[in-house]
């Protein structure tokens, strides 16, 4: 078998060589690891449909031609999804004045300056609404998949994408999520475990996978993605055994030359264990994979107000987060202290930094070493 290719029907409807997802946020990222055989998500959450179309205008500008999807952050159970008035200043004025103060005075002891106003300068965050708009601009472009998270894509998107030829993927941490979105209409299934950065759920990735595979072949034989703290070829050949089509990741690619973080942040996640990481809603409101730091012990401790919920969490968190980063680069070690990014458990398998490429490169060398291992191993019977 060679080491850059894959002749699975998934690789063959995507174009890929590898069945290697990383979903980013860092439009460079994508670009490398598409280009190297893989396949890159963009995450679109947080860009103004003016925004989007500046960063896939880009990737479309030095990709090549290579396959690239994107990942557009539309939940499905929305405390807001009902109301009439959705703006940024009727959600502000939901905001607890003590909560405000609690960021106020945690970012004071910490030496931290700003970051105490709401994020006001852009649409409310994960609504139907923004992700409709960050549709019309993504369908403008050509993506070759169109991923969502927390619950079954709208039917608006499902019914898109299928005018448009593109397959739709959806997040699950449950095998009975898996069930309904599998029925909604979704073409791949990413089954992805407790050790996964970002929203995750509660069940292990070496569990949720093969009962996400069983509970949907009952259905439908979809492709199964798996996902969760793999950081390796030889975790990806594993989860491929189990029944998994490919693997997505993305906590692998946050240390990389080209990723969108700080270097306090990249320095923390080298030097994090698998033990460092939190779930936690502090950041978005939701339960979400993250690093342990001031920050969410703060949230999570006793005398905390307690996190707010989707989408008013993250009117506090983001501002306030950014003037920590920016203060821990200046140099101050107290904001280091408050220093946190979205992070699976699977950093502990990091222990430098390196290109996207050498990543994928990486990741092609170890499957090929499993796989042989394991025929190996058969062949001795």
Not at 20 to 41: P, W, Y
Not at 57 to 81: A, F, M, Q, S, T
Not at 166 to 174: D, M, Q, S
Request: aromatic fraction near 6%.
């Amino acid at each position: 078998m060679e080491s850059d290719v894959i002749n699975s029907s998934l690789c063959k409807t995507l174009g890929i060589q590898f069945p290697l997802f990383a979903f980013t946020h860092c439009r460079d990222v994508v670009v490398a690891v598409s280009k190297a055989g893989g396949f890159g998500v963009f995450g679109a959450v947080g860009y103004t449909p003016d925004e989007l179309e500046t960063e896939l205008r880009w990737i479309d500008d030095h990709i090549d031609g290579k396959p690239y999807g994107l990942d557009v952050l539309v939940p499905e159970n929305l405390v807001i999804k009902d109301e009439i008035d959705k703006s940024m200043q009727a959600m502000a004025r939901r905001i607890p004045p003590q909560h405000l103060e609690f960021v106020r005075q945690l970012l004071e002891r910490h030496g931290v300056k700003g970051g105490t106003e709401l994020a006001m300068e852009r649409p409310t965050l994960f609504t139907a609404e923004l992700a409709e708009a960050q549709m019309d601009v993504a369908f403008r472009h050509p993506i070759r998949l169109i991923a969502n998270a927390l619950g079954v894509p709208p039917p608006s998107m499902i019914k898109r994408a299928r005018q448009h030829g593109i397959p739709v993927a959806a997040l699950v941490g449950a095998k009975e999520h898996a069930v309904r979105q599998v029925q909604a209409g979704v073409d791949i299934i990413v089954a992805q475990g407790a050790e996964a950065g970002g929203h995750c759920g509660e069940v292990s990735t070496l569990v949720l996978v093969p009962e996400v595979v069983r509970a949907v072949n009952q259905i439908k034989p979809v492709p199964v993605l798996a996902a969760g703290g793999i950081m390796t070829g030889g975790q990806m050949a594993a989860c491929m055994a189990m029944g998994a089509a490919g693997a997505w990741t993305g906590s692998v690619w946050l240390p990389t030359t080209e990723s969108e973080v700080t270097q306090t942040i990249r320095d923390k996640l080298v030097a994090a264990g698998s033990r460092d990481t939190v779930r936690s809603t502090c950041r978005t409101g939701k339960p979400a994979r993250q690093l342990r730091s001031a920050w969410t012990e703060a949230w999570d401790a006793t005398g905390s107000p307690g996190s707010l919920p989707m989408p008013f969490q993250p009117m506090l968190s983001r501002p306030a987060l950014k003037a920590v980063d920016k203060s821990a680069e200046a140099g101050n070690a107290q904001a280091r202290e408050l220093v946190t990014y979205f992070v699976g458990q699977g950093i502990g398998l990091v222990d430098g930094v390196q290109s996207a490429r050498a990543v994928v490169r990486s990741f092609m060398e170890e499957f090929v070493a499993a796989v042989e291992h394991m025929q190996g191993l058969v062949d001795e019977v």
